[in-house]
T-cell receptor, first 114, second 111 residues
Framework: NAGVMQNPRHLVRRRGQEARLRCSPM?????VYWYRQLPEEGLKFMVY????????ESGMPKERFSAEFPKEGPSILRIQQVVRGDSAAYFC????????????FGPGTRLTVT | AQSVAQPEDQVNVAEGNPLTVKCTYS??????LFWYVQYPNRGLQFLLK??????LVKGSYGFEAEFNKSQTSFHLKKPSALVSDSALYFC?????????FGAGTRLFVKA
């Protein structure tokens, strides 16, 4: 059973470009969570999604950031018009609907904005 | 709101000596506590968790943690440190669907 997959693992964008980060949850998992880790800091919750629904986005910046988890395909975290401060590692986790305590983390995507 | 604190930014220990990485928590209700390890430029690896049951929890790579309700602590321990244990360690607590992470403690094990 493959774990949580994230791609790309490394992403370099110039200021003003868009970044798209993808997360494929573990098989049988319908809940996805995104976290951001700024350099030398712990992870911070961004958003919690179920299929086709955003459940909680209290940790998402108000502008430029959006997330979706369509009925088919991976969850996408989208950052428009990236700035240097967006440089971070973005981690995705997934869980089953009946076991949200058990969250499994992916390897992360390291975004570098130049 | 749930929170965890890791009072030490860095812990240094000699190889073969016991190690402790400290964590205290503040929760309402029963805590769901976790330890994760992160190696340089890598993802998070799950070490162990406390949900309920025995206060001493055994995890991966020889690590264990002791849940202490009266002291609201969940310290990570290992009887004999290895150089390869050098990494960044995060204590975490589950707040409904969110995982709340501590700031992390960097462990250096010297040969």
């Amino acid at each position: 059973n493959a774990g949580v997959m994230q791609n790309p693992r490394h992403l370099v964008r110039r200021r003003g470009q868009e970044a798209r980060l993808r997360c494929s949850p573990m098989k049988g998992h319908s809940h996805v969570y995104w976290y951001r880790q700024l350099p030398e800091e712990g992870l911070k919750f961004m958003v919690y999604l179920q299929k086709e629904n955003i459940i909680d986005e209290s940790g998402m910046p108000k502008e430029r950031f959006s997330a979706e988890f369509p009925k088919e395909g991976p969850s996408i975290l989208r950052i428009q018009q990236v700035v240097r401060g967006d440089s971070a590692a973005y981690f995705c986790a997934s869980s089953r609907a009946d076991q949200i305590v058990e969250q499994y983390f992916g390897p992360g995507t390291r975004l570098t904005v130049t | 709101a749930q929170s965890v604190a890791q009072p030490e930014d860095q812990v240094n220990v000699a190889e073969g000596n016991p190690l402790t990485v400290k964590c205290t928590y503040s929760v309402s209700g029963n805590p769901y506590l976790f330890w994760y390890v992160q190696y340089p430029n890598r993802g998070l690896q799950f070490l162990l968790k406390y949900i309920t049951g025995d206060n001493l929890v055994k995890g991966s790579y020889g690590f264990e943690a002791e849940f202490n309700k009266s002291q609201t602590s969940f310290h990570l321990k290992k009887p004999s440190a290895l150089v390869s244990d050098s990494a960044l360690y995060f204590c975490a607590v589950r707040d409904r669907f969110k995982t709340i992470f501590g700031a992390g403690t960097r462990l250096f094990v010297k040969a």
